[in-house]
């Protein structure tokens, strides 16, 4: 029993040295692997970034009295808020919004201070941008919030005012929400390519029939193709998870031993996924074809840009069979909500029931498809 033990050990140590070498040997596959996490953690990290840090505005006065110019100082001095024209009548701002100079426009009407004097409400006009329309909820709410402060520095506070204060998160910075979940998106597709790979090139260069017929059991084939993928995809995750620490300053409110057991759950299902799309292709411009086809319907499933909650339900119903969406979850509660494992349990089962019914498929198609 014992023998019987140190030999599956043994072949797997083989297999696994012998699949690392097979992907490692090409020295520009190695240097894509290493710098595909560096590049896309620092492209998403600037880009992908709602906060808005900068909105430039016109602002058409035509009160020109001490109240409106006092509204935007207000709105000038906020920080966020760039003047970048002052027209002298509405008509002139479509062009502004057409070019795309502006992203929204400031109307003060005529009445503006004669309507507060009489302790009236004095409409202000705000014209926003629309093609964007995220952008423009922002902008137009950064605006509301600026008038509400004016209107309680005068002395004119509502009858109700709402205090908020979010937890995990106290800026509001999309950064930390994003790249929590790129951990996951990343290392996700470079699993699946790299496992969808491993056994289409090793049909083409006609070693897999080779490697069939050797004393290894189709567990231990299985196992052996399965590491690859799930090390290069731990070695990225923890890339990416040191540019959102070290870098952006993300802080991580987890403990980093569930983390790695989350992301090493997360790498064997998306193995299995690979080694599935791998075990029917005949060639690698099938795999590239069929990752390309199921990848990015994955991802927009998984919640990293928009909430699950937010999709219809027949979608929602099918995000049960994307281990990314479970991985985003718990990803992004154990490192901004400092989760535990028993807090997480739920997504851990479901891609633990994802890769157990994905890495058995895998290995009878593989041996049914080539036997």
Not at 247 to 254: E, I, L, Q, S, T
Request: hydrophobic share 55%; with cysteine.
């Amino acid at each position: 029993m014992m023998g019987a033990a140190r030999l599956f050990f043994r072949n797997l140590r083989v297999l696994c040295r012998k699949e690392l070498i097979a992907t490692l040997r090409d020295p520009r596959l190695k240097a894509l692997l290493l710098l595909a996490p560096l590049l896309q953690g620092f492209l998403f990290g600037y880009a992908a970034n709602y906060n808005l840090d900068r909105v430039p505005y016109a602002a058409v006065d035509l009160s020109g009295s001490a109240a409106s110019r006092d509204f935007l100082a207000r709105l000038d001095g906020a920080g966020t808020f760039l003047r970048v024209a002052s027209p002298a009548n509405v008509s002139e701002i479509a062009p502004l919004i057409d070019a795309e100079d502006i992203l929204l426009a400031v109307v003060i009407p005529p009445d503006f201070e004669r309507q507060l004097a009489r302790g009236g409400v004095a409409d202000v006009q705000v014209l926003a941008d629309g093609r964007n329309s995220a952008i423009a909820g922002l902008a137009t709410g950064y605006a509301a919030t600026i008038a509400a402060a004016w209107n309680e520095a005068r002395g004119a506070r509502p009858a109700v005012t709402v205090e908020t204060r979010t937890w995990y998160n106290p800026n509001q910075t999309t950064r930390w929400n994003f790249l929590a979940g790129l951990i996951a998106m990343i290392s996700f597709v470079q699993v699946v390519s790299i496992a969808g790979l491993s056994i289409a090139k090793e049909r083409e260069e006609g070693t897999f029939d080779q490697l069939l017929v050797t004393p290894l059991s189709w567990v231990e084939i299985l196992i052996g193709k399965a590491m690859a993928p799930i090390l290069i995809g731990l070695w990225q995750s923890m890339v990416l998870f040191s540019i959102a620490f070290f870098w952006f300053g993300v802080p991580f409110a987890g403990s980093i031993l569930s983390i790695l057991l989350t992301i090493f759950v997360f790498a064997l299902s998306s193995t299995g996924i690979g080694l599935s799309i791998s075990s029917i292709s005949r060639n690698m411009q099938q795999v590239l074809v069929y990752c390309f086809v199921i990848l990015m319907p994955m991802v927009m499933l998984s919640g990293i840009a928009t909430p699950v909650h937010n999709m219809p339900d027949a979608l929602q119903a099918l995000t049960f069979l994307d281990p990314m969406r479970f991985a985003v979850d718990a990803i992004r509660r154990i490192y901004l909500e400092g989760a535990g494992l028993f807090d997480v349990a739920q997504d851990l089962f479901a891609m633990l029931a994802i890769a157990a019914a994905t890495l058995p498929l895998a290995g009878w198609l593989f041996r049914h498809k080539t036997v």
